[in-house]
């Protein structure tokens, strides 16, 4: 299993990025994904999640209206659109998948993609 995430770069304040993460080594239709981030001395915060196919998002109340979450089966990639970004959203970006099973909770990780916003 391998997610790797891209697209993080420094932005302005009110600025957009796309960000996206290519699966490989599974079944990528089969499994619910998400998208958590980390900033610079905090801990983890969980921003979005997206069901196997694609149809039912739920976002962290902090992006909700400014992220949208995307899939693209065919490609196995994940996406993140980010709008309106705010220097509060910078932090390193993870792709996660969660496991099939409950208690597995997110079984792999990408090393993430670093988006820095500037006031």
């Known amino acids: 299993v391998q997610l790797v995430e891209s697209g993080g770069d420094l932005v302005q304040s009110g600025g957009s990025l796309r960000l996206s993460c290519t699966a490989s080594?599974?079944?990528?239709?089969?499994?619910?994904m998400n998208w958590v981030r980390q900033a610079p001395g905090k801990g983890l915060e969980w921003v979005s999640g997206i069901n196997r196919a694609g149809g039912s998002r739920g976002y962290a109340d902090s992006v909700e209206g400014r992220f949208t979450m995307s899939r693209d089966t065919a490609s196995m990639t994940l996406y993140l659109q980010l709008n309106n970004l705010q220097p509060e959203d910078s932090a390193r970006y993870y792709c996660?998948?969660?496991?099939?099973?409950?208690?597995?909770?997110?079984?792999?990780w990408g090393k993430g993609t670093v988006v820095t916003v500037s006031s």
């Open positions: 996660t998948r969660e496991g099939r099973y409950n208690g597995d909770g997110m079984d792999y």
């Open positions: 080594g599974f079944s990528f239709s089969d499994y619910y």
